[in-house]
């Protein structure tokens, strides 16, 4: 079981950090709001295909629909679009880097909201050196407006703010259910792709450009990234927990520069191979061999409900 969810963080990680460069092609023809239609379309669709693949069950509970409204709004469609919009403005690997600071983010809610999820000495030093990385990563000057791209920046780490309250509400009261984590991704990126599709009309001027390069790049954003990618991520959160799932964020910028390098020719500083040193330094002494989460114990929606109040009491 460890090596599967082991296989699914790898797996995860170049997926997520893949979809910076997969947004970047997609913009050459599509307008951000575009790029996140047919990346929530098609990621409901690869979802689909799944569950009737192995015969999963749509949950019908009402209150768990609302739960992974909030979820999908969170996790999907604000994010999505925060990020595609900057990364007109960014470099894909910057945007990436910017994306690494989700488990920080992820740390501080679960800290307050999660008994599970404390920090000890181990943890606090990985989560810093992570980090630091990811400052190195980012370079003197960025985040003090380098290029004119400060509101880009921004808006890539308002996307990151919602992650962190996404990670930590699908184990605080996703998680707890013991439902199939391919219900659950299949419930949120449909909640997410059914919004866009009901805000087509306001989203198809102008009208998009697509050519191979465009069509393949929406293609492995949708399937791979969002579809399979939210599928991985629901086991981890609920094998490791919401601090330990989002550290993938950690290794996404070794992807998204490494594939923006490559394939996009974007710059290469020293701070880059610097930083990602320091990323996967702070990745194994903050997490080393993962602890499983405690075997979810299914409740009534009413349970969760007083649950929740007392927590915020």
């Not at 951000?32 to 949950?59: D, E, F, K, N």
């Not at 102008?206 to 991985?232: E, F, H, K, N, Q």
């Amino acid at each position: 079981m460890r090596g599967r969810i082991g296989a699914q963080f790898v797996a995860l990680a170049c997926a997520w950090g893949s979809s910076f460069l997969f947004i970047k092609v997609a913009l050459d023809g599509l307008t951000p709001a575009q790029v996140v239609w047919g990346r929530l379309v098609l990621g409901a669709l690869a979802l689909c295909a799944v569950m009737a693949v192995t015969r999963s069950r749509i949950p019908r509970d009402p209150g768990l629909w609302l739960r992974l409204s909030v979820v999908s709004v969170l996790l999907c469609v604000v994010p999505f679009l925060l990020f595609s919009w900057a990364e007109q403005h960014l470099d894909s690997g910057m945007a990436s880097i910017l994306n690494a600071t989700t488990p920080l983010l992820t740390l501080a809610v679960g800290t307050v909201a999660l008994a599970d999820e404390r920090l000890d000495r181990r943890r606090t030093a990985g989560l810093l050196a992570g980090f630091a990385g990811v400052l190195v990563l980012i370079g003197s000057g960025s985040l003090a407006g380098g290029g004119g791209h400060l509101l880009a920046e921004f808006a890539c780490l308002g996307a990151t703010a919602c992650y962190g309250v996404a990670f930590v509400y699908l184990r605080r009261f996703i998680a707890p259910r013991g439902l199939p984590a391919v219900s659950v991704a299949f419930v949120q990126v449909t909640i997410g792709a059914v919004i866009m599709l009901a805000a087509t009309p306001w989203l198809a001027e102008p009208t998009p450009r697509v050519d191979a390069p465009i069509a393949l790049s929406m293609l492995a954003l949708g399937a791979l990234s969002t579809g399979l990618a939210y599928l991985w991520n629901n086991n981890i959160v609920q094998a490791w927990g919401a601090v330990n799932a989002s550290a993938v964020t950690y290794l996404t910028p070794v992807v998204g520069v490494t594939a923006g390098v490559v394939l996009l020719g974007e710059r290469l500083t020293w701070t880059q191979p610097l930083g990602a040193v320091l990323v996967i330094a702070g990745i194994m002494a903050a997490h080393g061999a993962p602890r499983p989460a405690p075997r979810p114990v299914v409740v009534p929606d009413a349970a969760v409900d007083v649950e929740a109040e007392r927590a915020v009491r």
